[in-house]
């Protein structure tokens, strides 16, 4: 019988076996701030974000959402949050973070970019520039002062990492497995081969070992790799990929900050309200995050998750059913760490007047406020770390706060 | 089979075909330099179909699209041509991508394919814009190729006046403020090819200018877009976009009109900062990824006394002893490392030589690059730790036990390793792969082993 190597290396976690495959524990937590946890969801492609958060108390809501504007009753309504603001219909088990009051909810809120281009709009949210995108992410430039810049404390739920996790700080990166993997004995001869080069045999081990904890994640593997291809990424379904990442991140041993993607928001055609293709996507999104807080299981009280976009789209609709490219939107926190249940936003209103540039929601609090706050209420940094270094020439940007119980 | 043969195999070229080292001959340098006498080669079609369209013709085809889609959009219910349009191109890009990578697999020049891959990066467009998605192919093609072995200053010209660079940093919409179209339209300018020029494709983030001077090149740079009429190159010159006056970059005063953009690209490629700029990625690309100085003082020499001359840029580094020291290099890019699987194998070898490509393809893009399709201007990463992350590694384990399932079991693989590798091959790797159950994967050792993720 041809046990696959997740089988075997299954039967030896359960026996307790110690083998080669059954790597030590590596991560040290002298100077871990407690046991948080802290990701970063980044929305590739622009979440619309009138859309994910209606502002359905606005008056003139209604007039210049047209077709796009969500319903108050009726079996595809809104969830009203708190008279003024709603979610979208999708978003289910996001209304029950709110109703646990785990979840905060900004609007009107972008980075300091202000033009719109997807790239450079990323770049800035990445890389936490003041005028322009730097060369590494602000998440890594955080990883040495929180003590986890040595390779296991961070992990990108892709290939390699993103530019917010990409710099001088050593991080790790993990996907679910698209290929039918080797056998056990062939990666152990491999391992034999990698004896004289220690990069490649440390990065192999390391492999083996992230495979292992994300081995329960692997329940529902899909057969073949195209099965695999089709379902998983960041523009299929999320689950996979979140499950994963709320299976590492509960393990004691396991990373303390991560990075996921999701795209698939760049709806200038067809958007649609409470039904059509932003309703689907947002619905995906919801399970996948769903899916990472039943994976986190008790971790998720110590969890903090921020969730942004690259910016906003335009107010009112297009000719084509959908949005373009605008500048504010919204933006949320949640996690069982966060006192939520409120929507921080300095609401100005939707008349033209008021709109930047007569189009896009006007900007009026930044993001790197939020990434601020998270970092030094919830990861214990220093704000003097925070406005030079992680976040360059940002002191005019006060963290915001409380955004935790204190 | 001499050690400096799979040397200038391995570390300049793409990696050995079947018999490739030993065609080296005596004198690999002369080996390595012949090759760009004769220029790059172009990508042809896989599948037979149509040759590759100039660039010209993309941007009148772009520009008709975007005109049949604001008459659509005026209409009451419009089909979805976005979606459309993008699975039409994206299977354009996908043709001329499986090209590219099949010319790697079997091309005799494979050191002019490196130059080409390496400057193709240096001048990063990415089809991750979707409006450059249909000139990026056409970009390598028609900036890139012609001059790798030309001056620095040409390619920087002709990468920078290219519609897949204009597109792709914007500058197609770059617009004087003051001039004709800017006062009527109320549009201005875009500062991202002007910043881009200088961080990246010339200066270096740090060879002296300042925020002012990417104010200026942007000035500088206004009026040039694509042709709207698309033309024989896709670029064009309006006058009625470009800033009026005179403007001031690095002390030095332009004075208006396409000239003046011309003249800014020239005295950016023959700064000494570039010089440095160049010869510092020059080095991490073909000698290590932390260089000996004197090598990187040498390719800055060389490119200063020659203005830019890229052939001699190249004979320095084929020149410098750093590049010829054995032992453990450079981690292969994924796009270098299967590529160099394929080569060593022999690839084709029958069947259907458009889908194997494509799976190729897409085993590389799991293992985190892709051609023409970098995440940023930056290009990809050219240093080993970028490609050595436990994902990807185990992704490229993977990959070749794959490859070796479809090797026939009446392949000789030591032989394969012995003529492939040559004096590079390691005596544990020789010895496990004559232990291996069956010559796939013994392949797939081979091609696991360190000596070979690495260049």
């Given at each position: 019988m041809m046990l696959d190597r997740r089988s075997i290396l299954k039967t030896a976690l359960a026996a307790g076996a110690a083998s080669v495959w059954d790597a030590p524990i590596r991560f040290a937590f002298a100077n871990v701030p407690g046991d948080r946890r802290f990701v970063v969801v980044i929305l590739r492609g622009a979440l619309d974000g009138l859309a994910a958060v209606p502002p359905h108390g606005d008056p003139d809501y209604q007039s210049v959402r047209g077709k796009l504007a969500l319903d108050t009753t009726g079996t595809n309504a809104l969830h009203d949050l708190d008279g003024q603001f709603g979610l979208h219909p999708s978003l289910l088990n996001m209304k029950g973070m709110w109703d646990a009051k785990e979840l905060i909810v900004f609007h009107n809120i972008a980075s300091p970019y202000r033009d719109r281009s997807h790239f450079d709009g990323q770049a800035m949210l990445e890389s936490g520039g003041e005028s322009h995108a730097l060369g590494d992410g602000w998440l890594n430039r955080a990883l040495k002062p929180m003590g986890l810049a040595d390779g296991d404390g961070a992990l990108a739920i892709a290939a390699s990492p993103p530019l917010m996790l990409e710099g001088s700080a050593k991080v790790s990166s993990w996907l679910p497995a698209v290929m039918p993997e080797p056998d056990l004995a062939f990666l152990k001869r491999v391992s034999a081969l990698y004896a004289k080069d220690p990069v490649l045999r440390a990065s192999l081990a390391q492999a083996i070992d992230t495979e292992a904890k994300a081995d329960a994640a692997m329940d529902d593997k899909p057969k073949t790799a195209q099965q695999m291809a089709q379902r998983v990424g960041a523009y299929g379904d999320l689950t996979p990929l979140f499950a994963?990442?709320?299976?590492?991140?509960?393990?004691?041993?396991?990373?303390?900050?991560?990075?996921?993607?999701?795209?698939?928001?760049?709806?200038?055609?067809?958007?649609?309200?409470?039904?059509?293709?932003?309703?689907?996507?947002?619905?995906?999104?919801?399970?996948?995050?769903?899916?990472?807080?039943?994976?986190?299981?008790?971790?998720?009280?110590?969890t903090a998750v921020v969730m942004a976009t690259e910016f906003g789209r335009t107010v009112a609709p297009n000719g084509g059913g959908g949005t373009d490219h605008g500048t504010a939107g919204a933006a949320f926190?949640?996690?069982?760490?966060?006192?939520?249940?409120?929507?921080?936003?300095?609401?100005?209103?939707?008349?033209?007047?008021?709109?930047?540039?007569?189009?896009?929601?006007?900007?009026?609090?930044?993001?790197?406020?939020?990434?601020?706050?998270?970092?030094?209420?919830?990861?214990g940094m220093a704000r003097r770390d925070l406005d030079n270094t992680v976040f360059p020439d940002s002191g005019g940007v006060a963290a915001m706060g409380p955004l935790f119980a204190a | 089979m001499s050690l400096e043969a799979a040397v200038a195999v391995h570390r300049f070229g793409l990696g050995a075909r079947p018999g490739e080292i030993g065609s080296v001959g005596p004198k690999p340098r002369a080996w390595l330099m012949g090759q760009l006498d004769s220029g790059a080669d172009q990508p042809q079609p896989l599948d037979g179909g149509p040759a590759f369209l100039p660039g010209g013709t993309l941007v009148s085809q772009l520009l008709a699209y975007r005109r049949e889609r604001q008459m659509e959009r005026k209409e009451a219910n419009p089909p979805d041509p976005v979606k459309m349009f993008f699975k039409v191109l994206g299977q354009q890009f996908l043709r001329e991508m499986a090209a590219r990578m099949a010319l790697g697999f079997t091309t005799q020049k494979p050191f002019a394919e490196q130059l080409v891959w390496f400057w193709s990066n240096h001048f990063t467009v990415s089809a991750t814009n979707p409006a450059a998605i249909t000139l990026v192919a056409a970009f390598e093609r028609e900036?890139?190729?012609?001059?790798?072995?030309?001056?620095?200053?040409?390619?920087?010209?002709?990468?920078?006046?290219?519609?897949?660079?204009?597109?792709?940093?914007?500058?197609?919409?770059?617009?004087?403020?003051?001039?004709?179209?800017?006062?009527?339209?109320?549009?201005?300018?875009?500062?991202?090819?002007?910043?881009?020029?200088?961080?990246?494709?010339?200066?270096?983030?740090?060879?002296?200018?300042?925020?002012?001077?990417?104010?200026?090149?942007?000035?500088?740079?206004?009026?040039?877009?694509?042709?709207?009429?698309?033309?024989?190159t896709g670029f064009h010159y309006y006058p009625a976009r470009h800033e009026p006056g005179d403007i001031v970059l690095r002390g030095?005063?332009?004075?208006?009109?396409?000239?003046?953009?011309?003249?800014?690209?020239?005295?950016?490629?023959?700064?000494?900062?570039?010089?440095?700029?160049?010869?510092?990625?020059?080095?991490?690309?073909?000698?290590?990824?932390?260089?000996?100085?004197?090598?990187?003082?040498?390719?800055?020499?060389?490119?200063?006394?020659?203005?830019?001359?890229?052939?001699?840029?190249?004979?320095?580094?084929?020149?410098?002893?750093?590049?010829?020291?054995?032992?453990?290099?450079?981690?292969?890019?994924?796009?270098?490392?299967?590529?160099?699987?394929?080569?060593?194998v022999g690839w084709p070898q029958g069947g259907d030589r458009d889908k194997q490509v494509k799976s190729v393809m897409a085993a590389t893009k799991m293992m985190g690059e892709f051609p023409m399709l970098a995440p940023s201007p930056k290009g990809w990463p050219d240093v080993s730790e970028a490609w050595s992350g436990p994902d990807a590694l185990l992704n490229r384990i993977e990959w070749a036990k794959e490859l070796g399932n479809r090797i026939p079991p009446n392949v000789d693989a030591v032989a394969v390793a012995d003529e492939g590798m040559g004096p590079l091959l390691g005596a544990d790797t020789r010895a496990a792969m004559k232990s291996a159950a069956t010559p796939g994967d013994a392949v797939a050792l081979l091609l696991s082993s360190p000596e070979f993720q690495r260049r």
């Open positions: 994963g990442a709320g299976r590492l991140l509960a393990r004691d041993d396991g990373p303390r900050v991560a990075v996921l993607d999701a795209s698939g928001w760049d709806t200038h055609v067809n958007e649609g309200a409470g039904d059509g293709q932003l309703a689907r996507r947002l619905r995906t999104l919801d399970a996948g995050l769903d899916a990472m807080k039943s994976a986190l299981g008790p971790a998720w009280k110590k926190l949640f996690g069982g760490a966060v006192a939520g249940g409120k929507v921080e936003a300095e609401w100005v209103g939707l008349k033209p007047s008021v709109l930047k540039d007569g189009r896009d929601q006007p900007p009026r609090t930044d993001l790197r406020a939020v990434f601020k706050g998270v970092l030094a209420d919830h990861m | 900036a890139i190729r012609p001059n790798i072995a030309g001056t620095f200053e040409d390619m920087l010209l002709a990468s920078t006046r290219h519609p897949a660079m204009q597109l792709y940093l914007d500058n197609a919409q770059n617009i004087g403020p003051d001039s004709l179209a800017g006062l009527i339209a109320h549009k201005g300018l875009n500062e991202n090819l002007g910043r881009e020029l200088m961080e990246l494709h010339t200066l270096g983030v740090d060879g002296g200018y300042t925020q002012a001077d990417v104010i200026a090149l942007a000035k500088i740079l206004t009026g040039w877009s694509l042709d709207k009429d698309g033309g024989t030095k005063t332009y004075s208006g009109g396409e000239e003046a953009g011309i003249q800014a690209l020239k005295d950016l490629a023959h700064d000494p900062a570039t010089a440095r700029h160049i010869a510092g990625k020059f080095a991490v690309h073909f000698i290590a990824d932390d260089p000996p100085a004197e090598s990187v003082a040498r390719l800055e020499a060389s490119f200063n006394r020659t203005g830019g001359n890229l052939r001699a840029l190249a004979e320095t580094a084929v020149n410098d002893p750093a590049a010829w020291k054995p032992g453990p290099g450079k981690m292969r890019s994924p796009m270098e490392y299967t590529t160099a699987a394929l080569r060593i």
